[in-house]
T-cell receptor, first 113, second 113 residues
Framework: ETGVTQTPRHLVMGMTNKKSLKCEQH?????MYWYKQSAKKPLELMFV???????ENNSVPSRFSPECPNSSHLFLHLHTLQPEDSALYLC????????????FGPGTRLTVL | GQQVMQIPQYQHVQEGEDFTTYCNSS?????IQWYKQRPGGHPVFLIQ?????EVKKQKRLTFQFGEAKKNSSLHITATQTTDVGTYFC?????????????FGPGTSLSVIP
């Protein structure tokens, strides 16, 4: 499955580091999403972009900063994270924002020391 | 706000036994989606239900959407080891200006060969 790719697949960072997660979709979709998946917690929707415009921000701390330069690429910039931010970060895309199935990438396993 | 619950949280079955997971929303949904996540993998879309009382089948999997569009179920007949994974429902709540998808916490299925 190569429709949605994410890099890196694993990331270990200190609390003072700045890093970025990258997502790319090759499906021609118009909507892209960032999710956080922690152990024993439901998938948490973080950000939604539709046609490169952010349409939803679910009260995510400012240390997470998304960027969508075009409809195929989505970034999540990380700055001064906390250990509790360690999780699997999943990117997804869908044809449009409404009523469409989402295609997930493999995720980035993030560990904050 | 909207909550989506799933029961059971975990289910261990002997291969060949049936399995059912239930999804309940605190609010009426416009549609519901089901996803499967294998251990170490990412969520993969299974199906979407839109109509009240809708029933859909995929081989050994049967999906139902409740009449009130607040609950759904996934039933697997004669489980196989390939069915192992976590099954998530995702309910789309209708709001005035946009739809918001909320994932349930998932039901983790183990199949004992």
């Amino acid at each position: 499955e190569t429709g949605v790719t994410q890099t890196p697949r694993h990331l270990v960072m200190g609390m003072t580091n700045k890093k970025s997660l990258k997502c790319e979709q090759h499906l021609g979709h118009n909507a892209m999403y960032w999710y956080k998946q922690s152990a024993k917690k439901p998938l948490e929707l973080m950000f939604v972009y539709s046609l490169e415009e952010r349409v939803e921000n679910n009260s995510v701390p400012s240390r997470f900063s998304p960027e969508c330069p075009n409809s195929s690429h989505l970034f999540l910039h990380l700055h001064t994270l906390q250990p509790e931010d360690s999780a699997l970060y999943l990117c997804a895309s869908s044809q449009d924002r409404d009523l469409n199935e989402q295609f997930f990438g493999p995720g980035t396993r993030l560990t904050v020391l | 706000g909207q909550q989506v619950m799933q029961i059971p949280q975990y289910q261990h079955v002997q291969e060949g036994e049936d399995f059912t997971t239930y999804c309940n929303s605190s609010t009426t949904l416009s549609n519901i989606q089901w996803y499967k996540q294998r251990p170490g993998g990412h969520p993969v879309f299974l199906i979407q239900l839109v109509k009240s009382g809708e029933v859909k089948k995929q081989k050994r999997l049967t999906f139902q959407f409740g009449e009130a569009k607040k609950n759904s179920s996934l039933h697997i007949t004669a489980t196989q080891t390939t069915d192992v994974g976590t099954y998530f429902c995702a309910g789309r709540e209708m709001k005035t200006s946009y739809d918001k998808v909320i994932f349930g916490p998932g039901t983790s299925l183990s199949v004992i060969p």
